[in-house]
């Protein structure tokens, strides 16, 4: 089945504890991308990447790092994550040509205490 | 100016009225335009999306594009119960990465 996974689905830490969310598609999609997603805010680009070892910054990216070593897998690190990094983060894909669709994961639900 | 502007409702139709989404977008040279159904605590999910000026169907989905007036819209005909989600306009700029802008969702509710 073609999908994106990510991993874990609820997380609850402390401020300052790294963590890293796991991301994977299954479509060998060249793009992929991390969003996190607050109520009145909407969608809001962290990172991108349009194929392996090529990264680049979205609209939010303070206090994230991403990194794309193989073409499926594209984890968001928080090297020290604060409160205001609560929320719920979506990773998605999408391919290079035709409608350029995103094709997101479950969502992670973080809570940084 | 935000770059893709939604009213966030709630917006609230009878059963089976048509239900009519706007978004408005800022870049001109705007070159792809989705709309996502996104329902509570789950993940979005394509509903069309539309390059062209004018109107595309699908079932009881009709996306509108007017590149001069930089608006597209979602029409949804015989609205049942079961739309009743947020719904995201995403549009993708021109001379950049294909990685979608998204509003921050219309909500709608079709009551019966």
């Known amino acids: 089945e073609a999908q994106v996974t990510q991993n874990p689905r609820y997380l609850i830490t402390v401020t300052g504890k790294k963590l890293t969310v796991t991301c994977s598609q299954n479509?060998?999609?060249?793009?992929m991308s991390w969003y996190r997603q607050d109520p009145g805010l909407g969608l809001r680009q962290i990172y991108y990447?349009?194929?392996?070892?090529?990264?680049d910054k979205g609209d939010v990216p303070e206090g994230y790092k991403v990194s794309r070593k193989e073409k499926r897998n594209f984890p968001l690190i928080l090297e020290s994550p604060s409160p205001n990094q609560t929320s719920l983060y979506f990773c998605?894909?999408?391919?290079?040509?035709?409608?350029?669709?995103?094709?997101f994961g479950p969502g992670t639900r973080l809570t940084v205490t | 100016q935000k770059e893709v502007e939604q009213n966030s409702g709630p917006l609230s139709v009878p059963e089976g009225a048509i239900a009519s989404l706007n978004c408005t977008y800022s870049?001109?040279?705007?070159?792809?335009f989705f709309w996502y159904r996104q329902y509570s605590g789950k993940s979005p999910e394509l509903i069309m999306f539309?390059?062209?000026?004018g109107d595309k169907e699908d079932g009881r989905f009709t996306a509108q594009l007017n590149k001069a007036s930089q608006y597209v819209s979602l029409l949804i005909r015989d609205s049942q119960p079961s739309d009743s989600a947020t719904y995201l306009c995403?549009?993708?700029?021109?001379?950049?990465?294909?990685?979608?802008?998204f509003g921050r969702g219309t909500s709608l509710i079709v009551h019966p």
């Open positions: 998605a894909s999408s391919p290079p040509e035709g409608s350029y669709e995103q094709y």
């Open positions: 479509m060998n999609h060249e793009y």
């Open positions: 990447s349009m194929n392996v070892e090529v990264t």
């Open positions: 870049d001109r040279g705007s070159q792809s």
């Open positions: 539309i390059y062209s000026n």
């Open positions: 995403a549009v993708i700029r021109r001379g950049g990465s294909y990685i979608p802008t």
